[in-house]
């Protein structure tokens, strides 16, 4: 009994003599480039510098498909790092591999932190959480469609530039008004599934797959091609043939054909606001994305796009110490606020939204609020998000349909309905693949 | 030229006039974009053809690294062409040393499995590195590789474009020479180091102009293993540059670096010239 | 293979020796990772491999089922023969001519063979600025001559940019090593058949070109394995292989599902397909094609 006593005794005191404990250090894949890589490296700055027992160490892993990659190849070996910047659409992939992740929500109670999830915008962490309420990631840089506009055209046109279209009816008669003018390009837009359908379902209340977009289970099947989705590509076919509406590729490749002026309207990110204001010779304008005002109902709130933060699981319990904490300290409203004034990613602590309002930052930087004002307002069981496995399969085969759309070679109906059926096999791939 | 045909000659001028025209277009436009600032570049398109006046403005950039007024800090480029030579001369000079004698050992020898180990070795073409590298990547990873200018360099060692070539040169070498070697009485590796390697000059310059490029250019393989900045090569380098939408691309950095990370390889493609004359010489066969 | 070399030297252990650095480093970093990527087309699982459940020849058998899989067979089988052909064609008649002139040869040559060191990323960045509908340098000049580009809605004008970028691509890595083969074969044997009174052409279908062959062949199969493995970067960064499903080439498909989709056993069950393909086209390539070839 003595000994043992002594023994531990011994190992106190050794514990309470030791030198301030090596940092944990922790690291951090991220695919931001550029000025967004300067702000990842900021923020981790930030947090090492605000205390000495852990280090984030960021590391860039090359665009979001690139670090997937790097991460999974990692975690196979054995090297997987503590926390991974994962796009949205991959969020169904992260969530069924169980065995690689673990929950924002347990890291924060295993780090000791109080975590209270009420204090997150609805529209934005819903989208990484849980039915049972249960955080999953940690929603990092989070983005909304938005309508960006051609001031300058429009003076040119003879449109006021201070009241932008916000219904696709009054768009289409921009668009006429533009191209009378001698405008090339009056309209495009960048990600099509995700402006064009996918907000477009949640902005209208409705459905853009079942089971409330496949957050109560993996059975959820594609719901895009209802009378309301048909009428509105069919407008948007019909404005290609007339060229008010001009393709400009997958992706985002039509944000340069927007800032480079030769198209005036853009749906696209509000996070293309800060290249606009950099690089654009015009005076621009961002309005809300634009909706049917005959459905009742709209407009609701938009889906977000950008990418979250994943903790990896297997590592030590001081590395989910320090993950905890990072986790806390990227939360805190005044963190929150100065990233979303720097990068026009929204804040995603309601707080955060009150001090910079409050702060004047929306006066002096006029549409800086709309992407805000789309995903504070309300949130239903239907515009929350999406959760669809195989969601990169399902997105590349409604640019493959869309295109043929576009290029006249299928109809409106035509195309959502091919698109619905090859999509519905992805997802029941996923389904049977992660039944267990 | 054999004899003087200056119709002929004109034709074959103009020819490669419009091939130099249209092959180094791409490579000219990168020059001009790295003359412009990177408002000017995406602001006039299409982008003009003359160059701006930005260039010194870039080309600092690019060397130095700094912050750009937009925010962006542009890393430094020398320590990562200094990561891409290594990495690019370790490549070639060990895929070609491995190469000879392997195809030398195929061509010129009789053994057992000899075609089997041709194809063993030949069938690396077909199943291209971007397919098995999640398993490579274990492999690496377990051997203690990552991080280091191993595990950059030797799993791409392992193809067989050096062998094949080699072994379609080793095929045109004429046989007496074989025999005249046997004859004095030198052995194998005699004949090698003597005859074989001094005829394949021409062959070996070509091999380490497109293997020097090919471990230079490299960007998927670097990106698995490497983690520490200062293992990354230049490519890496130009690629995390290219922001991909969510914020302004320095575009006028991007493409200096691009020209920056181009000289070194037009520097060994000038080099190589002269290897490939000097071939010439010596086949009086 | 059918060729070989009358005289050989007689040491048993010797080639051994020789080919054992290649052997051991294909082993460790081919063989290995190789049979384990393959063995992955049996499995289905989540991306990181934390469920794995082994499903046979199920992957496979999706494909077969696949209509956009087996159309994209006939729209690679196209690509393929145009980016091989003309890759070919081209730089053999760049290579004749950088053979034939003497004032400015190192300017060519220089010229021609440098772009091959412009990075695949740099370069798909230029063909894209090249390219883009109405406002790209080529296609403003096409539109004024005319035609109108349109490669995002145009399956043809989006095979067209995809076989022009992938030829480009290649034609500095042909050109040099048809170069290197030209100025290899020895002046005394062109002079001879000058002298005999052969024209530049004749010279080049009697002389020049069957010693070319080895190289000939060596590029043919390099092509092939080119275009069917090393171009999805291109369509990648050009097409990503639309409009709709019109330049999804056999490989593209690959890297999607294996790097986009995260769909790591479909991804591999293409490979392995795609790597049948691909010997049978080389074995057919040595047993019937090198019978042509002068050694």
């Avoid at chain 1, 949130?379 to 399969?393: A, P």
């Avoid at chain 2, 057992?112 to 990547?137: G, K, S």
């Avoid at chain 2, 001094?198 to 070996?204: A, H, M, Q, Y």
């Avoid at chain 2, 230079?216 to 230049?234: A, F, G, I, R």
Wanted: aromatic letters at 12%; a positive charge.
């Amino acid at each position: 009994m003595n000994m043992k006593l002594h023994a531990a005794a011994l190992l106190a005191l050794t514990a309470l003599a030791a030198p301030a404990t090596a940092q944990t250090e922790i690291q951090w894949w991220h695919s931001m480039g550029g000025a967004l890589g300067e702000w990842v490296n900021d923020q981790a700055k930030g947090f090492n510098e605000k205390q000495k027992d852990y280090k984030v160490t960021p590391v860039f892993k090359g665009s979001y498909d690139e670090s997937m990659t790097a991460a999974i190849a990692a975690f196979r070996a054995g090297t997987a790092p503590n926390i991974l910047q994962v796009f949205e659409v991959g969020t169904a992939t992260m969530m069924a591999s169980k065995g690689a992740i673990k929950p924002v929500t347990q890291v924060m109670k295993e780090g000791g932190i109080k975590f209270d999830p009420k204090v997150y915008v609805p529209a934005v962490a819903g989208y990484y959480t849980a039915p049972n309420g249960e955080m999953m990631s940690l929603p990092f840089n989070s983005s909304t469609p938005v309508f960006h506009y051609n001031k300058d055209a429009f003076k040119a046109a003879g449109i006021d530039p201070e009241r932008p279209p916000t219904t696709w009816p009054e768009v289409a008669l921009a668009a006429a008004k533009l191209k009378a003018s001698g405008h090339k390009c009056p309209f495009s837009t960048s990600w099509q599934s995700w402006t064009q359908l996918e907000s477009f379902s949640a902005w209208h209340n409705v459905e853009f797959a079942t089971k409330r977009n496949g957050f109560l289970g993996m059975d959820t099947r594609l719901a895009f091609n209802t009378p309301l989705h048909v009428r509105h590509i069919e407008n948007l076919a019909n404005m290609s043939k007339q060229g008010l509406f001009v393709y400009k590729g997958r992706g985002n490749a039509a944000d340069a054909t927007f800032v480079s002026g030769e198209c005036a309207m853009l749906t696209g990110s509000s996070a293309l606001y800060g290249s606009v204001k950099r690089n654009a010779k015009f005076a621009s304008g961002i309005g809300t994305l634009p909706y049917y005002p005959d459905v009742p109902g709209a407009p609701q709130n938009t889906v977000i796009g950008g990418a979250s933060l994943w903790a990896m699981s297997g590592k030590k319990p001081e590395e989910y110490k320090a993950v905890a904490a990072f986790f806390n300290y990227l939360s805190d409203p005044q963190v929150q606020a100065v990233s979303h004034q720097r990068t026009g990613y929204l804040p995603i602590t309601t707080e955060a939204f009150a001090i910079t309002e409050k702060s004047g930052f929306y006066k002096q930087n006029p549409g800086t609020d709309v992407s805000v004002n789309q995903m504070i307002r309300k949130v239903t069981d239907k515009s929350r998000g999406i959760r669809l496995g195989n969601f990169v399969q399902i997105r590349a085969i409604i640019d493959e349909e869309m295109e043929q759309v576009w290029g006249g070679k299928k109809s409106a109906k035509e195309g959502l309905d091919a698109a619905k059926k090859r999509g519905d096999e992805q997802l029941e791939r996923f389904e049977k693949a992660n039944k267990g | 030229m054999v004899e003087n045909r200056p119709a002929a000659t004109a034709l074959s001028h103009l020819v490669l006039m419009l091939g130099v025209l249209i092959i180094a277009f791409p490579v000219y436009i990168t020059f001009i974009a790295s003359t412009h600032t990177a408002e000017e570049i995406v602001q006039h398109v299409p982008m003009t053809l003359l160059p701006g006046n930005n260039m010194l403005e870039s080309y600092k950039l690019a060397l130095q690294g700094g912050q750009t007024e937009y925010g962006s800090k542009i890393a430094p480029v020398a320590p990562m062409l200094w990561v891409s030579l290594v990495t690019a001369m370790i490549i070639s000079v060990c895929k070609i040393a491995i190469s000879l004698l392997s195809a030398f050992a195929i061509v010129y020898f009789r053994f057992p499995f000899r075609n089997t180990v041709f194809w063993m070795i030949f069938v690396t073409l077909m199943l291209p590195v971007e397919v098995r590298i999640l398993p490579t990547y274990k492999v690496v990873a377990d051997l203690g590789m990552l991080n280091t200018y191993a595990g950059l360099t030797i799993p791409l060692i392992a193809s067989a474009t050096a062998t094949f070539l080699f072994r379609q040169f080793f095929l045109t070498v004429p046989d007496e020479l074989v025999e005249a070697a046997r004859i004095d009485g030198a052995g194998p590796m005699r004949f090698f180091k003597d005859i074989l390697l001094p005829l394949s000059t021409t062959s070996i310059a070509a091999l380490f102009v497109i293997q020097f490029i090919y471990g230079w250019n490299q960007y998927l393989w670097p990106l698995l293993v490497t983690t520490s900045e200062d293992m990354y090569p230049v490519v890496m380098g130009i690629k995390r540059m290219i922001t991909g939408g969510d914020a302004a691309t320095e575009w006028n950095a991007v493409m200096a670096t691009a020209i920056l990370a181009m000289l070194p390889p037009a520097l060994v493609v000038l080099l190589m010239q002269k290897w490939f004359v000097k071939g010439l010489v010596d086949t009086e066969k | 293979m059918a060729v070989e070399k009358r005289v050989r030297f007689k040491n048993w252990w010797l080639p051994w020796l020789l080919v054992a650095p290649q052997l051991v480093i294909v082993l460790v970093f081919f063989f290995w990772p190789a049979g384990q990527a393959i063995y992955q087309s049996l499995l289905t699982e989540d991306a990181f491999g934390t469920s794995t459940q082994f499903v046979g020849a199920e992957n496979f058998l999706r494909l077969w089922h696949d209509e956009s899989y087996l159309a994209s067979f006939k729209t690679t089988a196209l690509f393929s023969v145009l980016v091989a052909g003309l890759g070919l064609t081209l730089s053999l008649m760049l290579a004749v001519m950088a053979d034939r002139v003497v004032r400015a040869a190192n300017f060519y040559k220089t010229l021609l063979i440098w772009p091959y060191a412009v990075a695949p990323a740099v370069a798909g960045v230029v063909w894209l600025f090249m390219f883009a509908p109405s406002i790209g340098i080529v296609s403003f000049w096409l539109r004024v001559l005319g035609f109108d580009w349109n490669h995002l809605l145009d399956g043809g004008h989006a095979m067209a940019l995809i076989v022009m970028a992938s030829v480009w691509n290649q034609i500095s890595y042909n050109f040099l090593f048809f170069l290197a083969g030209l100025q290899s074969i020895p002046k005394s044997l062109i002079e001879a058949a000058a002298i005999d009174g052969a024209g530049p052409w004749r010279r080049f279908w009697t002389v020049q070109f069957p010693l070319l062959t080895p190289t000939a062949f060596f590029l043919l199969v390099i092509n092939i394995i080119y275009a069917f493995f090393h171009t999805f970067g291109i369509v990648d960064a050009a097409t990503h292989g639309g409009p709709g499903k019109d330049t999804a080439i056999l490989v593209y498909k690959v890297y999607f599902d294996g790097f986009k989709a995260l769909d790591l056993g479909g991804s591999a069950a293409q490979s392995v397909v795609l790597m049948v393909i691909v010997i049978a086209l080389t074995v057919v390539q040595f047993r019937y094609i090198e019978k042509r070839v002068n050694y």
